[in-house]
């Protein structure tokens, strides 16, 4: 065996025999947490991976089966260095992680984002990171004036349009300090304690991917990806039909759907919340992490979606959809069997039995001497998707 200082320095990662490893085990998650985080890795082998705490052992990764099959590895970080080489990118990462407090998609996306800004997925990822991260910064500050617009109108009613072409003017300042002067008692929050909570709240939802203000959030494009993505699916199977993956494509038609509409009841449900923003920051007081909890849903759903339609957007993967159905099919995530309470009716039984997978196609692809090409368009992925 390679000693660990070679596994954590290495940048290409190198197959290692998976003789000792555990035997794949059949794998259907009661709760996303269960599920776990997806983890945007660079190592091939690890594409699909996701990461969730661990008692005994602080974390572990639940890694699809390499061959394409049913099943899934459960493995702490020395079950992983058996399977591969982590690239230094991927060691680091799963350093950090570890060190949450809460590990939820939105902290996975934080701290992937701070490693890529560190170039360590190439400098194209390094400069989107730094794009990215003053983008958020702007939609943050600008969700959080339009949430107070929303309260100021809310509270006091004049017609006003709450949108994103508004302009800070001292008149709707002083009618945003008079508003927060209104509700405070009926919120029992003292006005600064207020303005803080709306700075939170503006956060949670301008990351959350909910917008009634017309910006394009993460979450609100990532569902029009999966549409196209879908419907590229469907007109290339119409085209082109072909009985040994047409059945493969259904699946993942099927999948994509479910989540769709899983996606949009849960964003309605979310988003529903600002119909009522001095309602919404009573419970806020009261009991944040509910609210927190709701807002968060949506993320927690497409988790691992987004590394799925970067796959599917990448030119090669274009020109050659058999190539794309095969490694996307091992990547879609499974739903919980939480979603059913969480979408209260919105979701059957039969829609939580996993996508048909393909069979004997990633492992020839993600070890050996065709590993290396796939970290360089890992890294290119990274750069897409900071």
Known sequence: ????????????????????????????????????????????????ARMRPAQRTGTEF????????????????????????????????????????????????????????EGLAGRDARRA????????????????????????????????????????????????????????????AHPTAIAADLEVLASLFAHGGLDPWG???RLIRLVARMRDFRDRLIRDAQQTPDEARGGLAASLVTSIATFIRCAEILIAKAHGRLADVVGLLGAWHATPADIQTTIARPDWLLDGWEQICLLAE??????????????????VPLLPREA????????????????????????PRRHGGASFGLVARNEKLRAMGV
Not at 25 to 46: C, D, K, M, N
């Open 215 to 217: 910006q394009s959030p």
């Open 129 to 188: 990171a730094d794009a990215a991260a003053q983008a958020d910064a702007k939609r943050v500050l600008l969700a959080n004036f339009l949430l107070l617009m929303t309260l100021v109108e809310q509270v006091e009613p004049t017609g006003m349009v709450v949108q994103e072409a508004m302009k800070r003017t001292p008149e709707l300042e002083l009618r945003a300090r008079q508003a927060i002067r209104q509700i405070a008692p009926r919120v029992s």
């Open 314 to 331: 990448d030119p090669a993967s274009v020109h050659d959809s058999h190539a794309v159905i095969e490694e996307v099919a091992q990547l």
């Open 62 to 117: 639940i890694i699809p089966n390499p061959s394409g099959g049913r099943g899934v590895y459960i493995l702490d970080w020395g079950g992983v260095r058996q399977l591969c080489r982590p690239t230094v990118h991927d060691t680091l990462l799963h350093q950090r992680v570890g060190r949450l407090p809460n590990m939820t998609p939105s902290g996975v996306r934080q701290i992937a984002r701070e490693i890529a800004g």
């Open 340 to 363: 059913m309470e969480w979408l209260g009716g919105g979701l059957t039984p039969d829609a939580l039995e996993p996508s048909q997978r393909a069979m004997e196609q990633a492992m």
């Open 1 to 48: 065996m390679v000693a660990n200082e070679i596994f954590t320095q290495a940048r290409h990662p190198t197959y290692v025999a998976d003789i000792n490893l555990p035997l794949t085990q059949s794998y259907h998650p009661s709760s996303f947490v269960e599920r776990g985080v997806a983890i945007p890795v660079t190592t091939p082998a690890l594409l699909g």
